[in-house]
């Protein structure tokens, strides 16, 4: 049964301890109402409180419906529900972003409000087997590093995911099976989005022209790509360890002959590393910004530096490497 493949997932990958409070993201869709009967029903098992969070989007008529069974689903298991209403296309619109990302950012940020409110430690999103091979392959369309071919994390600090190799036929027929009578959001059949497209016209020509297992030959790529990134992480924090002269909230600064010595697959993580250390983002370095940064290294001339993304300063000095972030420039 679905129920216990989801327990072995959580056990297998350690997403749920002993007295957790969980914040379940819950639209009322096959999914989410998959993911919060499967840990209502293992409550007990595995001891924990849960909560629920329901974004009302106000995009679509429908939405009012989808608000009030997920309240109303939540009444009769007596799970506490949060509900939030939000103008995500205005905010798109002021924030000149698309709709999905706007959506993104309000779901997100509501996570955290009430993660924060009710003292939840985790956060359990419904993403499955079929949102892992689109993202997959969504990524490798765009011409993605192998950390792009991880697809979705199944565990990402607080952020758990126990359905997510569970495929979408699994998951409806587990529905159909408890009779609950999901939501269905109409406009994910609408070609106006990349995922839709991927989901509703890729996957199914690639299904039925190449490989009828291609969401699970995804899932086993992503899965490998994880634990390549995983490898390579503990590598990357090793060498950083290493290489590092000084570091405080603003900069800092490596050992340039060391990191000289150092493989190019490995001198590139260490930079996006390093970078993240200082920004807390690797947003906007792209690939000419990385190779930009180590021609600057390997020639090691002296007062050159590069400014990537207007967010951070990096230049060589006296056998040494710069980081410095923007609030600290000169």
Not at 2 to 10: A, G, H, N, P, S
Not at 30 to 45: A, G, Q, R, V
Not at 265 to 276: D, E, P, S
Not at 313 to 324: A, D, L, P, W
């Amino acid at each position: 049964m679905l129920q216990e493949r989801v327990l072995k997932t959580i056990e297998k990958n350690n997403l749920i301890q002993e007295n957790d409070k969980i914040l379940i993201g819950v639209s009322g869709g096959p999914d989410s109402m998959c993911l919060l009967d499967i840990l209502y029903c293992l409550k007990e098992k595995l001891h924990v409180e849960l909560f629920v969070a329901h974004i009302n989007h106000q995009i679509r008529k429908e939405a009012e419906e989808e608000t009030k069974y997920v309240q109303e689903f939540c009444k009769t298991i007596q799970v506490p529900c949060f509900v939030k209403y939000a103008s995500v296309e205005k905010l798109a619109k002021e924030q000149k972003i698309g709709t999905e990302e706007a959506g993104r950012e309000v779901r997100y940020k509501f996570f955290e409000e009430v993660a924060k409110k009710v003292a939840a430690n985790k956060i359990a999103t419904a993403h499955n087997a079929n949102d892992n091979s689109e993202t997959v392959l969504m990524n490798f369309l765009r011409g993605t590093a192998i950390s792009g071919l991880k697809g979705i994390e199944i565990k990402r600090d607080k952020y758990i995911r126990p359905i997510r190799n569970c495929t979408r036929q699994e998951i409806e027929e587990y529905c159909k099976i408890k009779k609950i009578n999901p939501k269905i959001d109409q406009s994910n059949f609408e070609p106006i989005y990349t995922r839709n497209k991927v989901r509703n016209e890729l996957i199914p020509y690639l299904q039925k022209e190449y490989n009828p297992n291609i969401i699970e030959g995804m899932n086993r790529l992503a899965d490998l790509a994880a634990q390549e990134e995983e490898y390579f992480a503990k590598i990357v924090s090793n060498e950083y360890e290493s290489l590092k002269i000084g570091e405080n909230e603003k900069e800092v600064i490596l050992d340039l002959k060391k990191f000289n010595k150092l493989d190019k697959v490995i001198k590139t993580r260490l930079i996006l590393y390093t970078i993240n250390k200082v920004k807390g983002s690797t947003q906007g370095i792209a690939k000419v910004h990385l190779e930009d940064i180590l021609k600057l290294c390997q020639n090691n001339v002296g007062n050159k530096y590069l400014i990537p993304n207007k967010n951070i300063k990096i230049f060589i000095q006296k056998g040494k490497i710069f980081f410095i972030t923007k609030t600290n420039l000169p």
